[in-house]
């Protein structure tokens, strides 16, 4: 979601290039194009204003490095202040001192706060805690069902209740505050019960922010006297996110925030502004429909990202996570070897790329200079589709060929793409692309090594996608 700004960053920084001394005129003209960037991307005007004053004092009063000329100055001085925006450190998760550690999770409705608390539960269990889920949006019919379904895909404790309202089924006895505040009790009595060391509430959203919400959010607070309280944000709506984000700071005093749809085509100025209007932290970030799709927000990553410098860091944990590290292995191994590796190989390697996301969000993890300049022009053509007809392709096969691919004839390769519903040509190219591949690794694994990588990098940069 940082591209654009990224993109507009990158063009503002071009005035000062070939400019041998900083001055007023020229950072004048550079700090113009950079606010602009900020403003188009959706930041909050008065971030803007003051990043952009802590900038040209900085320019101006700084002494420019010998090392550096006055453009890589002010992208220097640009990241720093944007990490100051951002929170210098990675913000740390809060617990009670007595179990179980309550974590409200408040927001608009349509923010995502179900499928967050899920994912949060999740990012928990993974780190070796013990969850618990509750809804208590007792309004919407379909909201606390849409939480049992979430808790049981990845097989979290879920404290359901019973409604007022719904056992008596009388007009008088609508659900209300009341059965709020009676599940969120019962809820973390539960959890204690049951030796859960963290209790998700899931709350009720409002279309828009009101009094009766607001004071069902206070009340809550005040029964469960949580350790975290966790602004979940859209970050798709941008300042609207923002504008939300305070109203629930001003009354609640949120302790972090999550944004999601961070994979979508926000302009990113959310990202940038919550933290600096509310002075609370953002904490995770949602990144996909998966529950998996969840990750700790790291400021310095961020800002990376937003600078062209990519995010390798979180590219690394991703493959450590995700990744088979034995199969990983083996694959080399066989892969350098004089054997090589089988279409039965190949097709296992891809399965465990497709684990850490769709190619185009490993793609913009990479930097966007040196030799991986060019993947990020790539990066739109990139036919997330072709992956699937591959695997598609390799399926088809029978083990025999997958083990042997030069039994491979005509006869077999019309069968293969009836199979696979692709053409005789797709089969043509993934095996003539296979068979390339197989020579490389084969030159590398044989003292080659340097030569071949610089030639499949080579070809990797040329090739929009798989069979070109």
């Known amino acids: 979601m940082f591209e654009n700004l990224s993109d507009k960053l990158q063009r503002s920084f071009k005035t000062l290039r070939g400019q041998g001394t900083i001055s007023d005129e020229n950072i004048s003209d550079a700090l113009r194009e950079i606010r602009l960037a900020l403003l188009e991307s959706d930041v909050n005007l008065t971030v803007v204003t003051e990043l952009m004053e802590h900038i040209r004092d900085r320019a101006i009063g700084e002494k420019v490095a010998t090392a550096l000329s006055p453009s890589e100055q002010i992208v220097k001085i640009v990241h720093d202040e944007l990490v100051n925006v951002l929170g210098r450190d990675t913000a740390r998760f809060q617990k009670s001192s007595q179990p179980p550690s309550v974590i409200l999770m408040a927001g608009l409705q349509g923010s995502g706060k179900t499928t967050t608390s899920g994912k949060l539960a999740q990012w928990l269990k993974k780190a070796g805690h013990r ?6 949006d007792v309004y919407r019919p379909a909201a606390r069902e849409q939480l049992k379904i ?6 979290a404790q879920l404290y359901e209740g019973k409604l007022t309202g719904a056992v008596s089924g009388s007009d008088s006895a609508k659900p209300g505050t009341d059965d709020v505040l009676r599940l969120a009790k019962e809820a973390k009595r539960e959890a204690a019960n049951f030796g859960c060391d963290m209790l998700i509430v899931d709350t009720a959203g409002r279309n828009q922010i009101d009094a009766s919400l ?29 504008n939300s984000a305070k109203a629930f700071n001003d009354l609640l005093t949120i302790t972090g925030a999550i944004l999601t749809k961070m994979d979508g085509d926000a302009r990113g100025g959310a990202a940038l502004s919550i933290r600096h209007v509310t002075g609370a932290p953002i904490k995770f970030l949602g990144t996909g429909e ?36 034995g199969k990983a292995e083996q694959f080399a191994k066989k892969a350098l070897s004089g054997d090589g590796f089988s279409l039965e190989d190949f097709r296992d390697q891809l399965r465990q790329i497709k684990k850490m996301g769709s190619m185009k969000s490993i793609l913009k993890m990479l930097p966007s200079v040196g030799p991986f300049a060019g993947m990020q022009q790539a990066v739109e053509n990139v036919d997330e589709g072709q992956f699937t007809r591959v695997e598609s392709i390799i399926n088809s096969m029978t083990q025999k060929e997958r083990l042997d691919h030069e039994i491979i004839n005509g006869n077999r390769r019309k069968r293969i793409a009836k199979g696979s519903g692709t053409t005789v040509q797709d089969v043509n190219n ?11 690794f084969k030159s590398m694994g044989s003292g080659g090594g340097i030569k071949a990588q610089q030639r499949m990098m080579s070809q990797m940069q040329g090739r929009q996608k798989f069979g070109r």
């Open 150 to 155: 979430v808790a049981t895909s990845i097989n």
């Open 131 to 136: 969850p618990m889920l509750v809804s208590v």
């Open 430 to 440: 993934l095996l003539r692309q296979y068979a390339q591949m197989r020579k490389m």
């Open 290 to 325: 998966k529950p998996d799709a969840f990750e700790p927000f790291h400021p310095d990553r961020i800002v990376s990202r937003i600078m062209g410098h990519g995010d390798i860091a979180t590219l690394l944990e991703r493959a450590e996570e995700r990744l088979d590290r």
């Open 214 to 242: 607001m004071d069902e959010m206070a009340q809550l607070k005040k029964l469960l006297n949580p350790s975290e309280i966790l602004f979940v944000a859209d970050a798709m709506t941008g300042q609207d996110a923002v």
